[in-house]
């Protein structure tokens, strides 16, 4: 499920200008269902100093869960997709379906290690334990990966060759860490940071 606010080109093209919300369901009802209580809802929030309303009056958000009721895909992987106009911006609100890859499983020496197709891309990471997941760190920063150990920014950390690794190549991988009988193991989170639109604009001269 993707909502986006849009806003026109000097076309009068509508071009992406913000994400509101990117989630994932497991069926194609569970999305509709999340899709129409999160448009129930009327919260669409914008960033920035725009005087767009980012809560819709009810009569706007049932106009938009009518339209969204009503529109259509292309019956492949594009279930629905509404473009709905507020103010000078639009807001686009899509479900479409998509087949998430399959996770690896190997060793961290192992060449079919996913963390390996991470290395060189700006990633953050999160050191927890396993259920009830306390968090224990956070770091960001490009990934270094060598023989034995994974640096991101100024956090080092060694993993033996046979520590397990899961996880979905260029995406994110998981290094569990054993920490003995009764315990759960600690988690190295590793995920790939998606460039955000300042990020991927052109830049311009002086």
């Known amino acids: 499920m993707w909502a986006d606010w849009l806003e026109r080109d000097s076309g009068g093209h509508w071009k992406p200008h913000q994400s509101v ?4 369901f497991r069926t ?4 509709l269902l999340h899709a129409e209580r999160f448009i129930s809802r009327g919260d669409f929030p914008m960033s920035g100093g725009s005087a767009t309303p980012v809560t819709l009056l009810r009569n706007r958000r049932d106009a938009l869960l009518a339209a969204f009721r009503e529109a259509e895909g ?7 997709e509404v473009i709905f106009p507020v103010g000078e911006y639009a807001l686009s609100l899509k479900v479409t ?11 961290f020496g192992s060449a079919a290690n996913p963390l390996r197709s991470l290395a060189g891309q700006p990633v953050k990471l999160t050191v927890l334990i396993e259920h009830p997941y306390d968090v224990l760190e956070r770091a960001s920063g490009h990934l270094d990966l ?3 150990a994974a640096q991101v920014g100024a956090h080092t950390q060694e993993f ?5 690794v ?15 009988l009764l315990k759960k193991p600690l988690l190295y989170r590793y995920e790939v940071v ?5 990020d991927t604009q052109a830049p311009t001269g002086p």
């Not at 194609?28 to 999305?31: L, P, V, Y």
Request: overall charge positive.
């Open 97 to 107: 379906r998509e087949r998430l890859a399959d996770p690896i499983r190997a060793t």
């Open 166 to 180: 899961t996880g979905v190549p260029y995406r994110h991988a998981t290094v569990s860490v054993p920490r003995g």
């Open 74 to 80: 292309d019956g492949v992987t594009l279930i629905r």
């Open 194 to 198: 998606e460039p955000g639109p300042e």
């Open 21 to 24: 919300l990117q989630r994932s």
């Open 28 to 31: 194609r009802e569970d999305t």
């Open 146 to 148: 060598g023989d034995r």
């Open 160 to 164: 033996a060759p046979g520590t397990p």
